[in-house]
């Protein structure tokens, strides 16, 4: 088996993901991992780790089994599948109604104890650590928004010390062992699951305010970077829809997209034209000339950064809607009633809040049978994003 030479380019995975969509990521993660080693002879190899929401909680799982992760990765196929809401998530009508117009201790609509144990059970937290002094990788980054100051904190874990995230206000890096308590806040979307305390301050989701996602990880050295964009964009085959006014449904699910989906797919889109200007312009000007002022006003170095991403081929919330209303036929649960209002209540619309929430079986085979599946068709692009380094 042929293992990817570290030492020629740096490579990275920065992965989001952003509640039961994150189930996508593990098929991609999957197949590479699996068939892709057995077809190419190539085990890819990911320098540089970098997560937020749930995203945080598979980077964390990756840098935790990198010695033997093709084993492990089933075991995080086999932790998802056994996630069934009913059973994780504690909600009653009266903690929905009290969280939003009452005085209440409730600081969520789902409470997540339960899930919060599989979570940190299933990942050794002290490898993490271990691998990155012994060199297998070089850093693992996850980040949470701090909820009091509204910054970006990035908890790094590696042993350089990067002076240049100076120059970023928006990200605050923290230098430390990656906890828990770290990834758990990052995964915790803003009034579904419910915030973090660390060291007496409170977090939630860090991609809240997480603008471009990957420049962290081109802050650490990374020089390919592979991605995974949890949205399915075909724009021939978007069919118009009525022009009505949007209840707040619909409008939470637009959000909650454009703060977990949007952003990495524009930053891709942003690396792609920095990409081609750079190209264009090094036959005239000297890069190290650009850089000389890109120091003192960003803190580090432009340059070239080949990225790669797997995006899914079908609509997820189409499929999650579909699911929930198979799901949610036989209501024998305040889980299950919860989820059939919301599909009620929304009329008819996209209710894209359901693809985020709903942690049920069926769903979560499909999605993960559904990223194996799309990474399979981009096997011949990983293989030259892998091979040719």
């Not at 432009?302 to 797997?310: A, D, G, R, S, T």
């Amino acid at each position: 088996m042929q293992e990817i030479p570290k030492m020629i380019k740096r490579f990275a995975i920065v992965l989001s993901g952003g509640g039961a969509r994150g189930a996508y990521e593990v098929g991609v993660l999957k197949y590479i991992y699996t068939d892709f080693v057995r077809e190419t002879g190539i085990l890819p190899h990911f320098d540089i780790m970098c997560g937020t929401s749930v995203g945080a909680i598979h980077v964390s799982f990756l840098a935790s089994f990198i010695q033997n992760i093709q084993t492990n990765i089933k075991i995080l196929e086999s932790i998802w599948c056994n996630i069934e809401g009913e059973k994780v998530f504690k909600i009653t009508l009266r903690n929905i109604f009290e969280l939003f117009f009452g005085k209440s201790s409730n600081r969520s609509i789902f409470k997540t104890d339960d899930l919060n144990m599989i979570i940190t059970r299933g990942i050794n937290w002290n490898s993490i650590r271990r691998n990155i002094i012994e060199g297998r990788i070089k850093a693992v980054c996850v980040f949470a928004t701090q909820i009091s100051t509204g910054k970006t904190i990035a908890f790094v874990d590696s042993l350089e010390i990067l002076q240049e995230w100076k120059k970023d206000p928006f990200v605050v890096p923290v230098y430390s062992a990656i906890r828990p308590e770290y990834v758990l806040a990052s995964a915790a979307i803003p009034l579904l699951f419910p915030p973090i305390e660390i060291d007496g301050k409170w977090y939630c989701d860090g991609g809240i305010r997480l603008n471009t996602p990957l420049s962290p990880a081109i802050r650490l050295g990374a020089e390919k970077i592979f991605t995974v964009v949890i949205r399915y964009y075909d724009p021939s085959d978007m069919p118009e829809r009525e022009d009505i006014f949007p209840n707040p449904l619909y409008l939470i699910g637009k959000i909650m997209n454009a703060l977990f989906l949007d952003r990495i797919a524009y930053d891709l889109s942003r690396l792609e034209v920095l990409n081609e200007l750079l190209k264009s312009v090094s036959p005239y000007v000297s890069l190290e000339n650009i850089n000389q002022r890109m120091r003192e006003v960003r803190g580090y170095d432009m340059k070239i950064v080949e990225p790669l991403f797997v995006r899914p081929s079908e609509n997820i919330t189409d499929l999650a809607i579909e699911c929930a209303k198979k799901y949610t036929s036989r209501i024998k649960s305040k889980y299950k009633l919860f989820l059939r209002s919301i599909l009620e209540f929304s009329q008819g619309i996209d209710t894209d809040i359901v693809s985020y929430i709903l942690f049920e079986p069926r769903y979560i085979g499909e999605l993960i049978n559904l990223g194996y599946n799309d990474a399979k068709r981009d096997a011949d692009k990983i293989y030259s994003f892998f091979k040719n380094s």
